[in-house]
């Protein structure tokens, strides 16, 4: 059971959009730090999607955003691609821990 | 091209120890902090531990604090995870990750991971 809760699955056709929720605590997102996120297709290592809640590394498709708000943020994913099928992870430092956390991730499936 | 190698990785029988390295290129190694992070088979990612730039701060999670002990040497541009007292659940793939900056700020660069099965 993760600090950071996502849910296990979401799934949309192609050219919908889509949301994947985080909810942290009062130790982690609620306080403020930056919340990350990863796209993890089969049998690969993971791919740095969002950073600091809202930024994209070089090479993201303007496709992919994310928000925060309170103790959640949200990665959305417009367009809904074949390819964006895979796992996807948010990730956060927490205060308790005095480490980081990732979710427990999401699995998108694109119909 | 910028990249992480991690090797290493094997069988272990419980109760024994491994270590496992990370080769970094590309870029300036002693500019970031570095991380270790594992993923159980059919699991979630699972954060492990990170080292700061000089070697000076590292940070564990709980699951393997006491147990596992993250190194860097920088003349080597080399990462390193000494693992001991091995359990069967510490049985996955092994990831070196690097810090896109300061470190807590997201991991931007991904090795291709090496695999642990800890077994008797």
């Known amino acids: 059971q993760s600090v950071l809760t996502q849910p296990p699955s979401v799934s949309g056709a192609p050219g919908q959009r889509v949301t994947i929720s985080c909810t942290g605590s009062?130790?982690?997102?609620?306080?403020?730090?930056?919340v990350h996120w990863y796209q993890q297709l089969p049998g690969t290592a993971p791919k740095l999607l969002i950073y600091?809640?809202?930024k994209r590394p070089s090479g993201v498709p303007d496709r992919f955003s994310g928000s925060k708000s309170g103790t959640s943020a949200s990665l959305a994913i417009t367009g809904l691609q074949a390819e964006d099928e895979a796992d996807y992870y948010c990730q956060c430092f927490d205060t308790s821990l005095r480490g980081s956390v990732f979710g427990g991730g999401t699995k998108l499936t694109v119909l | 091209q910028v990249q992480l190698v991690e090797s290493g990785g094997g069988v272990v029988q419980p109760g024994g120890s491994l270590r496992l390295s990370c080769a970094a290129s590309?870029?300036?190694?002693?500019?970031?902090?570095m991380h270790w992070v594992r993923q159980a088979p059919g699991k979630g990612l699972e954060w492990l531990t990170v080292i700061s730039r000089d070697g000076s701060n590292k940070y564990y999670a709980d699951s393997v604090k006491g147990r596992f002990t993250i190194s860097r040497d920088i003349s080597k541009n080399t990462l390193y995870l000494q693992m001991n007292s091995l359990r069967t659940d510490d049985t996955g793939v092994y990831y070196c990750?690097?810090?896109?900056?300061?470190?807590?700020?997201?991991?931007?660069?991904w090795g291709q991971g090496t695999t642990l099965t800890v077994s008797s």
């Open positions: 009062s130790s982690n997102i609620g306080v403020g730090y930056d």
């Open positions: 590309g870029f300036t190694f002693n500019i970031f902090s």
């Open positions: 600091g809640d809202t």
């Open positions: 990750a690097r810090a896109k900056s300061g470190t807590w700020n997201g991991m931007d660069v």
